[in-house]
């Protein structure tokens, strides 16, 4: 079935410093991916978005590229501030079996410090 | 436009009890998604309508959980008998007919004691 890994959990850097966030994903068909972020006590909400092989996603300062070769989606920015402390998560949906159905990665929580 | 309503933000259950977890969707979205978020277990999906009708709900525990969609307009999801396992933020999301991105509700965090 779908499953989405990303590997830090936990993720602590000094503002102004650039962050990658790993997603990696399987499927068996065509993969949508994408990244929500949530604040505290908030609801998740869309980052990023994409289906395109080897196309860079930009939103608010972070960018992704889906590569389907190494079926990976990382979360990038060059710059972190900190109000982009929070929780992303990475997700897939395959539109095939389960239309829609977010499949999401465990989450890492990204703590950005002055 | 309100996004996506959940009632109630809190609810705390006695175990044995039930709990019934409100969401309104966004208008004209044609799509209800439900969730289950853990500290351990992360973002769970549990089920999913369309068009109110209900297309998967393989995410649900077999026993105790229910959900359904009376009209557009509203879903619930029922847990009977509530365990303390059953502790969690339930999510609630919607999406238009077709389209990718699901937009969640802030939530309703249950504790069951």
């Known amino acids: 079935g779908d499953s989405v890994t990303q590997t830090e959990g936990l993720v602590t850097l000094t503002k102004g410093l650039p962050v990658m966030l790993n997603c990696t994903y399987q499927?068996?068909?065509?993969?949508?991916l994408f990244w929500y972020v949530q604040h505290l006590n908030e609801a998740p909400k869309l980052l990023l978005k994409?289906?395109?092989?080897?196309k860079r996603t930009e939103h608010q300062g972070f960018y992704a590229t889906l590569h389907k070769s190494s079926s990976s989606f990382h979360l990038q920015k060059s710059s972190v501030q900190l109000s982009d402390s929070a929780l992303y998560f990475c997700?897939?949906?395959?539109?095939?079996?389960?239309?829609?159905?977010?499949?999401f990665g465990s989450g890492t929580k990204l703590t950005v410090e002055p | 436009n309100a996004g996506v309503i959940q009632t109630p933000r809190h609810k705390v259950t006695g175990k044995g009890q039930e709990a019934t977890l409100w969401c309104e969707p966004i208008?004209?979205?044609?799509?209800v998604f439900w969730y289950r978020q853990t500290i351990v277990q992360g973002l769970e999906f549990l089920t999913y309508?369309?068009?109110?009708?209900?297309?998967?709900d393989s995410g649900m525990p077999k026993e105790r959980f229910s959900a359904q969609m009376p009209n557009q307009s509203h879903s619930t999801l029922k847990i009977q008998s509530t365990q303390p396992q059953d502790s969690a933020v339930y999510l609630c999301?919607?999406?238009?007919?077709?389209?990718?991105?699901?937009?969640f509700g802030p939530g309703t965090r249950l504790t069951v004691l």
């Open positions: 994409s289906s395109t092989d080897n």
């Open positions: 997700a897939l949906s395959d539109k095939v079996t389960n239309y829609n159905v977010l499949y």
């Open positions: 208008s004209g979205h044609s799509a």
């Open positions: 499927t068996t068909y065509s993969p949508f």
């Open positions: 999301a919607s999406s238009p007919d077709w389209g990718d991105e699901q937009y």
């Open positions: 309508f369309r068009n109110q009708a209900p297309i998967d």
